[in-house]
Protein backbone atom coordinates (compact mmCIF):
# COMPACT_ATOMS: atom_id res chain seq x y z
CA UNK A 1 0.00 0.00 0.00
CA UNK A 2 1.05 3.50 -0.99
CA UNK A 3 1.43 5.89 2.08
CA UNK A 4 3.04 9.09 3.39
CA UNK A 5 3.20 9.53 6.79
CA UNK A 6 3.69 13.15 8.19
CA UNK A 7 5.84 14.63 11.52
CA UNK A 8 3.08 15.63 14.26
CA UNK A 9 1.80 18.97 14.96
CA UNK A 10 4.18 21.85 15.62
CA UNK A 11 3.38 25.81 17.55
CA UNK A 12 5.88 28.00 16.75
CA UNK A 13 6.85 31.73 17.26
CA UNK A 14 6.80 34.27 14.64
CA UNK A 15 10.34 34.77 13.01
CA UNK A 16 11.23 31.22 13.61
CA UNK A 17 11.40 27.80 11.82
CA UNK A 18 9.68 24.40 11.57
CA UNK A 19 10.37 21.64 9.44
CA UNK A 20 7.73 19.42 8.77
CA UNK A 21 8.41 15.72 7.26
CA UNK A 22 6.95 13.28 4.83
CA UNK A 23 7.96 9.84 5.17
CA UNK A 24 6.99 7.67 1.91
CA UNK A 25 6.78 3.83 1.60
CA UNK A 26 5.08 1.54 -0.99
CA UNK A 27 5.77 3.14 -3.93
CA UNK A 28 8.75 4.72 -6.02
CA UNK A 29 10.13 7.37 -4.34
CA UNK A 30 13.39 8.65 -6.14
CA UNK A 31 10.67 8.55 -9.85
CA UNK A 32 8.19 10.81 -7.45
CA UNK A 33 7.61 14.32 -7.14
CA UNK A 34 6.21 15.29 -3.83
CA UNK A 35 4.17 18.43 -3.72
CA UNK A 36 2.99 20.96 -0.57
CA UNK A 37 -0.24 22.16 -0.33
CA UNK A 38 -1.39 24.16 2.79
CA UNK A 39 -5.07 24.83 4.28
CA UNK A 40 -5.90 27.84 6.46
CA UNK A 41 -8.95 27.18 8.57
CA UNK A 42 -11.85 28.11 6.60
CA UNK A 43 -9.77 28.86 3.48
CA UNK A 44 -9.04 27.19 0.25
CA UNK A 45 -6.48 24.81 -0.63
CA UNK A 46 -3.33 26.68 -1.33
CA UNK A 47 -0.13 25.09 -3.54
CA UNK A 48 3.27 25.99 -1.62
CA UNK A 49 5.66 23.97 -4.00
CA UNK A 50 7.02 21.08 -5.25
CA UNK A 51 10.44 18.58 -5.52
CA UNK A 52 11.21 16.67 -8.36
CA UNK A 53 12.90 13.66 -5.74
CA UNK A 54 15.64 12.12 -8.51
CA UNK A 55 16.85 15.39 -9.52
CA UNK A 56 15.87 17.49 -6.29
CA UNK A 57 15.05 20.58 -8.70
CA UNK A 58 11.90 22.49 -6.70
CA UNK A 59 9.32 24.81 -7.72
CA UNK A 60 7.64 27.47 -5.66
CA UNK A 61 5.14 29.37 -5.01
CA UNK A 62 5.98 33.14 -5.61
CA UNK A 63 4.39 34.09 -2.60
CA UNK A 64 6.36 31.81 0.02
CA UNK A 65 9.91 31.37 -2.27
CA UNK A 66 12.64 32.63 -0.74
CA UNK A 67 11.03 31.72 2.75
CA UNK A 68 10.61 27.61 2.07
CA UNK A 69 12.79 24.91 1.18
CA UNK A 70 12.27 21.65 0.04
CA UNK A 71 14.82 18.77 0.73
CA UNK A 72 14.66 14.85 0.19
CA UNK A 73 16.44 11.86 1.75
CA UNK A 74 16.64 9.14 -0.42
CA UNK A 75 17.98 6.42 1.63
CA UNK A 76 15.22 7.22 3.98
CA UNK A 77 12.59 8.32 1.40
CA UNK A 78 11.83 11.13 3.31
CA UNK A 79 10.75 14.57 1.90
CA UNK A 80 11.04 17.78 4.29
CA UNK A 81 9.81 21.21 3.78
CA UNK A 82 11.19 23.95 6.23
CA UNK A 83 9.78 27.42 6.24
CA UNK A 84 11.40 30.53 7.60
CA UNK A 85 10.46 33.68 9.60
CA UNK A 86 7.43 32.41 10.60
CA UNK A 87 4.51 34.80 10.50
CA UNK A 88 0.98 34.40 11.60
CA UNK A 89 -0.59 33.54 8.31
CA UNK A 90 1.38 30.52 8.17
CA UNK A 91 -0.92 28.48 10.81
CA UNK A 92 -2.32 26.13 8.39
CA UNK A 93 -2.55 22.29 7.63
CA UNK A 94 0.05 21.33 5.67
CA UNK A 95 -0.22 18.44 3.14
CA UNK A 96 2.35 16.38 1.59
CA UNK A 97 1.21 14.79 -1.66
CA UNK A 98 3.39 12.24 -4.12
CA UNK A 99 2.59 11.34 -7.77
CA UNK A 100 2.22 7.31 -7.31
CA UNK A 101 4.44 4.82 -9.76
CA UNK A 102 1.25 4.16 -11.98
CA UNK A 103 -0.17 7.79 -11.70
CA UNK A 104 0.26 11.28 -14.06
CA UNK A 105 -0.39 13.39 -10.51
CA UNK A 106 -0.71 13.16 -7.21
CA UNK A 107 -2.90 10.49 -5.78
CA UNK A 108 -0.95 9.58 -2.62
CA UNK A 109 -1.69 11.78 0.42
CA UNK A 110 -0.13 12.71 3.80
CA UNK A 111 -2.80 12.72 7.00
CA UNK A 112 -1.57 16.61 7.20
CA UNK A 113 0.57 18.83 9.74
CA UNK A 114 -0.98 21.37 11.42
CA UNK A 115 1.62 24.30 11.76
CA UNK A 116 0.75 27.25 14.55
CA UNK A 117 2.15 30.49 14.66
CA UNK A 118 1.63 31.71 18.01
CA UNK A 119 2.94 34.32 20.28
CA UNK B 1 0.46 32.34 -13.46
CA UNK B 2 -2.65 31.18 -14.54
CA UNK B 3 -5.38 31.62 -12.91
CA UNK B 4 -8.02 29.08 -12.22
CA UNK B 5 -11.71 30.42 -11.80
CA UNK B 6 -14.10 27.45 -10.66
CA UNK B 7 -17.66 27.76 -10.91
CA UNK B 8 -20.35 28.12 -9.03
CA UNK B 9 -18.61 28.23 -5.38
CA UNK B 10 -21.60 26.56 -4.17
CA UNK B 11 -23.94 23.96 -5.24
CA UNK B 12 -26.98 22.40 -3.46
CA UNK B 13 -28.25 18.94 -4.87
CA UNK B 14 -30.08 16.07 -3.58
CA UNK B 15 -28.49 12.49 -4.09
CA UNK B 16 -28.92 11.10 -7.47
CA UNK B 17 -28.58 14.44 -9.84
CA UNK B 18 -26.28 15.12 -12.10
CA UNK B 19 -23.75 17.95 -11.63
CA UNK B 20 -21.41 19.64 -13.90
CA UNK B 21 -18.16 21.69 -12.23
CA UNK B 22 -15.98 24.21 -14.57
CA UNK B 23 -12.77 25.05 -13.49
CA UNK B 24 -12.31 28.01 -16.13
CA UNK B 25 -8.10 29.03 -16.75
CA UNK B 26 -6.27 32.49 -17.35
CA UNK B 27 -4.43 31.23 -20.37
CA UNK B 28 -4.28 27.56 -21.64
CA UNK B 29 -3.37 24.93 -19.87
CA UNK B 30 -0.14 23.44 -21.65
CA UNK B 31 -0.44 19.44 -22.06
CA UNK B 32 -4.24 18.84 -21.05
CA UNK B 33 -2.48 18.80 -17.41
CA UNK B 34 -5.14 19.41 -15.29
CA UNK B 35 -6.50 17.50 -12.00
CA UNK B 36 -9.28 17.15 -10.01
CA UNK B 37 -9.54 16.80 -6.25
CA UNK B 38 -12.20 16.00 -3.58
CA UNK B 39 -12.13 17.24 -0.14
CA UNK B 40 -13.75 16.32 2.63
CA UNK B 41 -13.67 17.99 6.23
CA UNK B 42 -10.97 16.51 8.18
CA UNK B 43 -9.26 13.90 5.16
CA UNK B 44 -6.73 14.46 3.03
CA UNK B 45 -7.34 15.63 -0.49
CA UNK B 46 -8.41 13.00 -2.88
CA UNK B 47 -7.33 12.51 -6.25
CA UNK B 48 -10.23 12.19 -9.07
CA UNK B 49 -8.78 12.90 -12.35
CA UNK B 50 -5.45 13.61 -13.71
CA UNK B 51 -4.75 14.65 -17.52
CA UNK B 52 -7.76 16.45 -17.57
CA UNK B 53 -10.26 13.18 -18.65
CA UNK B 54 -7.80 9.88 -17.01
CA UNK B 55 -9.70 8.73 -13.52
CA UNK B 56 -7.36 8.05 -11.10
CA UNK B 57 -6.95 4.79 -9.75
CA UNK B 58 -10.33 2.92 -7.87
CA UNK B 59 -12.07 6.36 -9.06
CA UNK B 60 -16.17 5.34 -9.66
CA UNK B 61 -16.74 5.65 -13.59
CA UNK B 62 -19.74 8.37 -12.24
CA UNK B 63 -17.05 10.67 -11.96
CA UNK B 64 -15.28 12.40 -15.48
CA UNK B 65 -13.60 14.79 -16.69
CA UNK B 66 -13.35 16.79 -19.91
CA UNK B 67 -11.86 19.80 -21.58
CA UNK B 68 -8.78 21.03 -22.85
CA UNK B 69 -7.08 24.79 -23.61
CA UNK B 70 -8.56 27.19 -21.71
CA UNK B 71 -11.97 25.23 -19.97
CA UNK B 72 -12.24 21.94 -18.12
CA UNK B 73 -15.34 20.29 -16.55
CA UNK B 74 -16.00 17.58 -13.84
CA UNK B 75 -19.14 15.54 -13.88
CA UNK B 76 -20.72 13.30 -11.79
CA UNK B 77 -23.56 11.64 -13.67
CA UNK B 78 -25.41 10.40 -10.43
CA UNK B 79 -24.47 12.23 -6.48
CA UNK B 80 -23.72 9.21 -4.15
CA UNK B 81 -24.02 10.25 -0.53
CA UNK B 82 -20.49 10.02 -0.02
CA UNK B 83 -19.37 12.34 -2.75
CA UNK B 84 -20.58 15.39 -1.25
CA UNK B 85 -17.72 18.07 -0.71
CA UNK B 86 -15.56 20.81 -1.51
CA UNK B 87 -13.43 19.65 -5.40
CA UNK B 88 -10.68 21.38 -6.70
CA UNK B 89 -8.77 21.64 -10.25
CA UNK B 90 -5.23 21.84 -10.52
CA UNK B 91 -3.19 22.90 -13.67
CA UNK B 92 0.46 21.46 -13.16
CA UNK B 93 1.58 21.70 -16.95
CA UNK B 94 2.77 25.48 -16.70
CA UNK B 95 4.90 26.94 -13.70
CA UNK B 96 4.18 27.56 -10.85
CA UNK B 97 0.96 25.02 -10.74
CA UNK B 98 -2.30 26.44 -9.23
CA UNK B 99 -5.39 25.54 -7.88
CA UNK B 100 -8.65 27.32 -8.04
CA UNK B 101 -10.19 28.44 -5.45
CA UNK B 102 -12.77 25.19 -5.10
CA UNK B 103 -17.04 24.32 -5.97
CA UNK B 104 -18.53 22.89 -2.78
CA UNK B 105 -21.43 20.81 -3.41
CA UNK B 106 -23.72 20.84 -0.46
CA UNK B 107 -26.79 18.79 0.60
CA UNK B 108 -30.09 20.27 -0.94
Known amino acids: QMHLVQSGPEVKKPGTSVKVSCKAS????????VQWVRQARGQRLEWVGW????????NFAQKIQGRVTFTRDMSTNTASMELSSLRFEDTALYYC????????????WGQGTMVTVSS | EIVLTQSPDTLSLSPGERVTLSCRASQSVTGRYLAWYQHKPGQAPRLLIYGASTRASGIPDRFSGSGSGTDFTLTVSRLEPEDFAVFYCQQYGNSPPTLGQGTKVEIK
Open chain 1, 97 to 108: AARGDFSGSFDI
Open chain 1, 51 to 58: IVIGSGQT
Open chain 1, 26 to 33: GFTFSNSV
